[in-house]
T-cell receptor, first 109, second 115 residues
Framework: DAKTTQPNSMESNEEEPVHLPCNHSTISGTDYIHWYRQLPSQGPEYVIHGLTSNVNNRMASLAIAEDRKSSTLILHRATLRDAAVYYCILLFGNEKLTFGTGTRLTIIP | GAVVSQHPSRVICKSGTSVKIECRSLDFQATTMFWYRQFPKQSLMLMAT?????????EQGVEKDKFLINHASLTLSTLTVTSAHPEDSSFYIC???????????FGNGTRLTVT
């Protein structure tokens, strides 16, 4: 399975943009890049996913490098409710989702 | 949007008893559901894949006789922790995927404490 590498933790000030990096140098051409986040004491929730082009939705933006070996999840204006563990996961089709250790994001008021 | 409901959210049981956790897809049919377990300060670990109308597929190291999974309908999967022991205390989370290749939707988890 292609693996992802994320920093263990990051901090950001409230109301500022946050860029969460993910490296996936062994990604295959058919792997989608998915991001999920887990708020404290809750199940994970879907954030965004993409294949090659950058993607935007109401929660975040996903910037994918041209060679697809890395990607960045962008929260445009962090709030305290964005404090969570963010997981970058590679997925092909309907295969099972395997979680790594993720990045614990702390928002500083 | 697609919603997955998990019940109960918390359960405390005595050692040696069995506990059943339900996972329902509320507005879509899910032929496949997944069960995860999460210990404090750790990531989610996939336990098994639950397939409607057939036997579940367990991950390596997960005892199928201890963690019984039943997926009797397209909207309901259950996980029964049999003869629970304190080391089974954990956060159990289910997930399901709506048809059409949409992202996985997760329940809010069940915190099991075995005393």
């Amino acid at each position: 399975d292609a693996k992802t590498t994320q920093p263990n933790s990051m901090e950001s000030n409230e109301e500022e943009p946050v860029h969460l990096p993910c490296n996936h140098s062994t990604i295959s051409g058919t792997d989608y890049i998915h991001w999920y986040r887990q708020l404290p004491s809750q199940g994970p929730e879907y954030v965004i996913h993409g294949l090659t082009s950058n993607v935007n939705n109401r929660m975040a933006s996903l910037a994918i490098a041209e060679d697809r070996k890395s990607s960045t999840l962008i929260l445009h204006r962090a709030t305290l409710r964005d404090a969570a563990v963010y997981y970058c996961i590679l997925l092909f089709g309907n295969e099972k989702l395997t979680f790594g250790t993720g990045t614990r994001l702390t928002i500083i008021p | 949007g697609a919603v997955v409901s998990q019940h109960p959210s918390r359960v405390i049981c005595k050692s040696g008893t069995s506990v059943k956790i339900e996972c329902r897809s509320l507005d879509f049919q899910a032929t496949t559901m997944f069960w995860y377990r999460q210990f404090p300060k750790q990531s989610l670990m996939l336990m098994a894949t639950s397939n409607e109308g057939s036997k579940a597929t367990y991950e390596q190291g997960v005892e199928k006789d201890k963690f019984l999974i039943n997926h009797a309908s397209l909207t309901l999967s259950t996980l029964t922790v049999t003869s629970a022991h304190p080391e089974d205390s954990s956060f159990y989370i289910c997930s399901a995927r709506a048809p059409g290749g949409s992202p996985l939707h997760f329940g809010n988890g069940t915190r099991l404490t075995v005393t």
